[in-house]
C-alpha cells in the first residue's frame, strides 16, 4: 500500500521501560512526540505510578496517545496507518502497546504495521532531517542492545554482529555504580570524563576472533572493578577501593574506561564499512548521545569518506517517533500486518 | 545437600553451565547469587547451549529484564535478571514468574535481592571470587 503524500503515521512504542506515542509525517517530519515519563502523568492523571513497566504501562498508554494527538491538533480521521512496536522487549510491556495499537487500527479502519525497535533505532538518524543515503552501516548501541546493521533501504537491515553478553549501555551504567557516579550511566560518566585522562588507565579492548563484528564488553566492567577493588587473591601494598581513588583518579578511570568502549565500537564501525562498502554510518541509541563515541564516529567518517548520520538527542533515547517513521517505509513496501501480529520478547539482534 | 564446582577460567564457567544443563526439569527455578563480574551471564550462557538454544540469543538482560530462549524440547529457558528492579520481590511475581516456571526452566541473576518471591522450592548457586579468573560455585537444594 502506498501511503499518500502527507499521510501521518501514528507510532506506539513500549517495548521496555517508556511508553510512548509519536504522529510523524511522510515517514520523517516529526508532528507529536510523548514520552510517558517527560509528561507528569503523576499530577495530570493522579495515582501512583509504579515502577514496573507493564503495569506502568497500562496507565499510561491512553495518556500518551492522547497527549500525541491533542498536542500536534489531529484528530483520527488524519490518521493513515497505525505502527507498533512488537519485538523486541519485555513481553507484558509489548503486549500493552500492541493491543493499544491493534484497536487503534481496528476502530479507525487504518493500516497496523509492526516494527522491530532496534532497526527503528537505526533510522532514527532521519527524523526532522534530511533522507538517509543508503547503503549504510547503523550501529545500534543502548541500555539494552549493542547491534550492528549493514542498511541497503530503511527496510533491507542485516545483523552484522552483536554483543554476547552485556550491551555497551549497560556497561556505562555498571561502571558508573563501580565509580558511585549516578544513573543514569551514560551521561554521569561523559561528564566525569571530560576532565580525565583517557590514557590513564589501559584497560583492555575486547575485539573477539578474526574479524568478527560481534561485540563483549562484560571484561571491560570487570576489568573496571578490579582497578577499584584490586585483583581478587593479590596482596598489594597500599589498600583498594573507591574510598581511596581521588577525584582525580575517579575522573581518569570514567575516561579510560570511556575510550576502551568508544575505541572497541569505532573499530567494528570501520571493519562494517571496509566489509560492506557503506557510503554513510548510522548511529542510534542512548550511546549514540556519548559524545566522545560521536567525535570518534565524526573522525572515522571523515576518513572513511562517509556521511555520519546521528539522531537529535531526544531520539536517541527510546522513543514512539522512529517507530512511526520507519512504519512508513514498511507501509510502502507492502509489509503491513494484521490483528493476529504477535509480540516476541527475544530475537537476534 | 551442598555440592562445590570450582572453576579456573571463563571457558570452565561456561563448561559448568552447559553440564549443569543436564540436570534441570520444567518448574526449574536456578537462583544466582554472585556479585558484578562472577561470571553469571556466561554460566547462562553454557546453561542455554546446554539447554538446546539458539546461542546467538543469549545476552544480558539486565535491561530488558527477561530473556526468553526455545530450548531443543520444545520448553523456554527464561533468563531474568532482577539487578535494575526498585522493588525487586515485588516485581518479580509482575514479570510472570508462575507462568514461566509452567512453561520451563527459569534462571534469576541477582536472586539475593528477590529471596522472598523465589518459589517453594528451588537451586540456589551462589559464585565466590576466589582469584582473577577462579571461582567457586556453591549448589544447593533450598525449599520452605
Redesign the interface.
Known amino acids: 500500500m502506498t501511503p499518500r503524500d502527507g499521510a501521518i503515521l501514528l507510532g506506539v512504542e513500549s517495548s521496555c521501560d517508556e511508553a510512548a506515542c509519536a504522529l510523524v509525517r511522510d515517514g520523517r517530519e516529526v508532528l507529536a512526540n510523548a514520552v510517558a515519563s517527560q509528561i507528569d502523568l503523576h499530577t495530570r492523571y493522579g495515582g501512583v505510578v509504579p515502577e514496573i513497566a507493564s503495569r506502568a504501562h497500562v496507565e499510561q498508554i491512553n495518556a500518551v496517545i492522547a497527549e500525541a494527538l491533542r498536542s500536534a491538533g489531529v484528530g483520527p480521521e488524519d490518521i493513515f496507518a497505525v505502527a507498533v512496536t512488537h519485538q523486541p522487549g519485555l513481553i507484558g510491556s509489548l503486549l500493552v502497546g500492541l493491543t493499544a495499537a491493534k484497536t487503534l487500527a481496528w476502530i479507525w479502519d487504518a493500516p497496523l504495521v509492526g516494527v522491530n525497535h532496534v532497526y527503528a533505532h537505526a533510522y532514527a538518524p532521519a527524523l526532522d532531517g534530511e533522507p538517509i543515503d543508503y547503503p549504510a552501516v547503523a550501529l545500534v548501541a543502548s541500555g539494552g542492545h549493542t547491534a550492528l546493521y549493514r542498511c541497503k533501504s530503511p527496510t533491507d537491515m542485516t545483523l552484522l554482529g552483536t554483543t554476547i553478553d552485556d550491551a555497551a549501555g549497560e556497561a556505562f551504567d555498571k561502571v558508573a555504580s563501580i565509580l558511585q557516579l549516578g544513573y543514569p550511566g551514560g551521561p554521569a560518566i561523559d561528564r566525569a570524563a571530560k576532565d580525565g585522562d583517557p590514557k590513564a588507565v589501559n584497560f583492555p579492548r575486547t575485539l573477539l576472533k578474526g574479524r568478527s563484528l560481534d561485540f563483549s564488553f562484560s571484561g571491560i566492567k570487570t576489568a573496571v572493578l578490579y582497578h577499584v577493588n584490586g585483583v581478587p587473591g593479590v596482596k598489594y601494598d597500599h589498600p583498594r577501593g573507591l574510598e581511596h581513588f581521588s577525584r582525580r583518579e575517579i575522573r581518569d578511570v570514567a575516561a579510560s574506561f570511556q575510550q576502551a568502549v568508544v575505541d572497541v565500537l569505532a573499530t567494528k564501525i570501520r571493519r562494517a564499512v571496509e566489509n560492506t562498502g557503506a557510503g554513510t554510518i548510522l548511529l542510534g541509541g542512548g550511546v549514540a548521545a556519548n559524545s566522545a563515541l560521536r567525535a570518534a564516529a565524526e573522525a572515522l567518517a571523515k576518513k572513511l569518506n562517509c556521511t555520519l548520520r546521528c539522531p537529535p538527542l531526544k531520539y536517541c533515547t527510546d522513543n514512539a517517533a522512529m517507530i512511526a517513521a520507519l512504519g512508513w517505509h514498511y507501509l510502502r513496501a507492502g509489509r503491513t500486518a494484521d490483528l493476529h501480529l504477535a509480540a516476541t520478547a527475544t530475537v537476534r539482534r | 545437600m551442598e555440592q562445590i564446582f570450582k572453576t579456573q577460567s571463563p571457558a570452565e564457567t561456561h563448561a559448568l553451565g552447559r553440564k549443569m544443563a543436564g540436570e534441570l526439569r520444567r518448574g526449574d527455578c536456578l537462583a544466582l547469587v554472585g556479585c558484578?563480574?562472577a561470571g553469571k551471564?556466561?554460566f547462562v550462557?553454557g546453561l542455554a547451549e546446554g539447554l538446546g538454544c539458539?546461542a546467538?540469543?543469549?545476552?544480558?538482560p539486565?535491561?530488558?529484564?527477561?530473556?526468553?530462549?526455545p530450548t531443543r524440547d520444545g520448553l523456554s529457558l527464561f533468563h531474568i535478571d532482577v539487578y535494575r528492579?526498585?522493588?525487586p520481590e515485588?516485581?518479580l511475581a509482575?514479570?510472570?514468574l508462575e507462568e514461566m516456571l509452567e512453561a520451563g526452566v527459569v534462571v534469576i541473576e541477582w536472586a539475593d535481592r528477590v529471596q522472598r518471591a523465589l518459589p517453594r522450592a528451588y537451586l540456589r548457586l551462589s559464585i565466590d571470587?576466589?582469584?582473577?579468573a577462579?571461582r567457586r560455585f556453591t549448589l544447593t537444594n533450598e525449599s520452605a
Do not use: P
Open positions: 558484578l563480574g551471564t556466561v550462557r539458539d546467538g540469543l543469549v545476552s544480558s539486565t535491561y530488558v529484564l527477561v530473556q526468553e530462549y528492579l526498585s522493588e515485588a516485581e509482575d514479570l510472570g571470587i576466589d582469584g582473577e577462579s
